[in-house]
Antibody, heavy 122, light 111 residues
Framework: QVQLVESGGGVVQPGRSLRLSCAAS????????MHWVRQAPGKGLEWVAV????????YYADSVKGRFTISRDNSKDTLYLQMNSLRAEDTAVYYC???????????????WGQGTLVTVSS | QSVLTQPPSVSGAPGQRVTISCTGS?????????VHWYQQLPGTAPKLLIY???NRPSGVPDRFSGSKSGTSASLAITGLQAEDEGDYYC???????????FGGGTKLTVL
């Protein structure tokens, strides 16, 4: 069965950096696009970024463009999100989500991790 | 302000039918992009409920159904049950943003 396990969340000061990881299992990781989606406390879902199956294509929400970088290591079945210049408004639960295809075209998310909480506060 | 617009809340008694609307624009739903729905029960991660406008993943009861027309889509839930209480989100793709977009979410209360 598909499993996605996020890690790396925590409390960080504004302006600092944090890297999230998502360990995948139960499917052929290297053949699917992967996404990060976040949810601020008490708020709705916000798509953050997508990376294609081979890492060649990456797209970001305007709110994180230039500050966040999505990447993957297909040899380790792991997805990453490098978050720099963090702001209070980045405080959220960050979910990794599996795309149903390659990640380079409009699609949807058929499996989600349990999420990891990032709190940006001084 | 979300790109896709949903009502903040809906409610219904057990056994009743409720619908949740999702309104977009010419750069997302109106452009022909599919609409997908997710259910998020309290304290859990979202779960895929409806994909490509009308399709249910394996394991999702047929009490849940989706439809799409023009720049809008709808999720219908019949035979409401207490365990359906939670938040529901629509999702599509927006060509002007070059990324996925979500509705603001609708909180379903079973009275």
């Amino acid at each position: 069965q598909v499993q996605l396990v996020e890690s790396g969340g925590g409390v960080v000061q504004p302006g600092r950096s944090l890297r999230l990881s998502c360990a995948a299992s139960g499917f052929t990781f290297r053949t699917y696009g992967m996404h990060w989606v976040r949810q601020a406390p008490g708020k709705g879902l916000e798509w953050v970024a997508v990376i294609s199956y081979d890492g060649s294509k990456k797209y970001y929400a305007d709110s994180v463009k230039g500050r966040f970088t999505i990447s993957r290591d297909n040899s380790k079945d792991t997805l990453y999100l490098q978050m720099n210049s963090l702001r209070a408004e980045d405080t959220a639960v960050y979910y990794c989500a599996k795309d149903v295809i390659y990640g380079d075209s409009p699609a949807y998310f058929d499996h989600w991790g349990q999420g990891t909480l990032v709190t940006v506060s001084s | 302000q979300s790109v896709l617009t949903q009502p903040p809340s809906v409610s219904g008694a057990p056994g009743q039918r409720v619908t949740i609307s999702c309104t977009g624009s010419s750069s997302n739903i109106g452009a022909g992009y599919d609409v997908h729905w997710y259910q998020q029960l309290p304290g859990t991660a979202p779960k895929l409920l409806i994909y490509a406008n009308i399709n249910r993943p394996s394991g999702v009861p047929d009490r849940f159904s989706g439809s799409k027309s023009g720049t809008s889509a709808s999720l219908a839930i019949t035979g409401l049950q207490a365990e359906d209480e939670g938040d529901y989100y629509c999702q599509s793709y927006d060509s002007s943003l070059s990324g996925s977009v979500f509705g603001g979410g609708t909180k379903l209360t079973v009275l």
